[in-house]
């Protein structure tokens, strides 16, 4: 149940905080083993809800793997997506969306634009934008928000086609990036395109998993 998983993170937390510790004592607080650490422990505390401190961690651990590592070194970048998705997460909107860029163009440019990183950066960064314009929108600034919507659902177009792509029709991945496409169509008022693909996503549900299976 819920409390049980929140005692498990809470002693998740502990241990990669011994972990880091011993890291620090023994190799140096910017050994490559030590930065690993700090970023398991950071998002030890996110998955623990403890989002303030995981955003300070991540920060830590980004500036540092900068240092050491390089700005686009792949754990770096790895780090960078993840403190990325926690400024979204905390409403840190502005800062999510200058971070998924930096991180989005640099994989594209280290991994390939169709390598499963770049994706996940891509459909996170989809997220952000859609977020931001729906923050807008709420709070009368109907222009800008719509902007932001339109970006989500082109950025969110875009990962789900090459998704089905390298990852796969049924990957989990790639159904979250088709529900975020479809509701920017609802949102934006294109219900036939957003029809279409409930077609298509129950389609896929019926022929992989089964009449009978609770996601069709």
Same mark, same amino acid.
């Given at each position: 149940?819920?409390?049980?998983?929140?005692?498990?993170?809470?002693?998740?937390?502990?241990?990669?905080? =011994?972990?880091?510790?011993?890291?620090?004592?023994?190799?140096?607080?910017?050994?490559?083993?030590?930065?690993?650490?700090?970023?398991? &422990?950071?998002?030890?505390?996110? =998955?623990?809800?403890? =989002?303030?401190?995981?955003?300070?961690?991540?920060?830590?651990?980004?500036? /540092?793997?900068?240092?050491?590592?390089?700005?686009?070194?792949?754990?770096?970048? /790895?780090?960078?997506?993840?403190?990325?998705?926690?400024?979204?997460?905390?409403?840190?909107?502005?800062?999510?969306?200058?971070?998924?860029?930096?991180?989005?163009?640099? =994989?594209?440019?280290?991994?390939?634009?169709?390598?499963?990183?770049?994706?996940?950066?891509?459909?996170?960064?989809?997220?952000?934008?859609?977020?931001?314009?729906?923050?807008?929108? /709420?709070?009368?600034?109907?222009?800008?928000?719509?902007?932001?919507?339109?970006?989500?659902?082109?950025?969110?177009?875009?990962?789900?086609?090459?998704?089905?792509?390298?990852?796969?029709?049924?990957?989990?991945?790639? &159904?979250?990036?088709?529900?975020?496409?479809?509701?920017?169509?609802?949102? &934006?008022?294109?219900?036939?395109?957003?029809?279409? &693909?409930?077609?298509?996503?129950?389609?896929?549900?019926?022929?992989?998993?089964?009449?009978?299976?609770?996601?069709?």
């Amino acid at each position: 149940n819920w409390y049980e998983k929140a005692e498990q993170e809470k002693k998740a937390v502990k241990s990669y905080q =011994r972990i880091y510790d011993l890291r620090c004592k023994c190799q140096g607080q910017e050994h490559e083993d030590a930065l690993a650490a700090l970023h398991e &422990l950071a998002t030890a505390n996110l =998955r623990a809800y403890n =989002r303030t401190a995981a955003k300070k961690l991540y920060e830590e651990a980004y500036i /540092s793997r900068c240092r050491v590592l390089g700005e686009e070194h792949a754990d770096t970048l /790895s780090t960078a997506h993840q403190l990325a998705d926690t400024y979204r997460r905390i409403s840190e909107r502005k800062k999510s969306l200058e971070m998924f860029e930096r991180v989005y163009a640099s =994989r594209c440019r280290v991994l390939g634009m169709e390598h499963p990183d770049t994706l996940r950066t891509l459909y996170r960064m989809a997220d952000a934008y859609s977020s931001e314009g729906f923050t807008q929108k /709420s709070s009368g600034n109907l222009e800008e928000g719509q902007w932001n919507i339109k970006k989500a659902t082109e950025l969110y177009k875009q990962a789900y086609a090459s998704m089905r792509q390298v990852l796969g029709e049924v990957h989990g991945e790639t &159904l979250l990036a088709m529900h975020g496409l479809r509701y920017n169509y609802t949102i &934006l008022g294109e219900y036939a395109k957003a029809i279409e &693909l409930c077609e298509q996503e129950f389609k896929v549900m019926l022929e992989n998993l089964g009449e009978q299976h609770e996601e069709t």
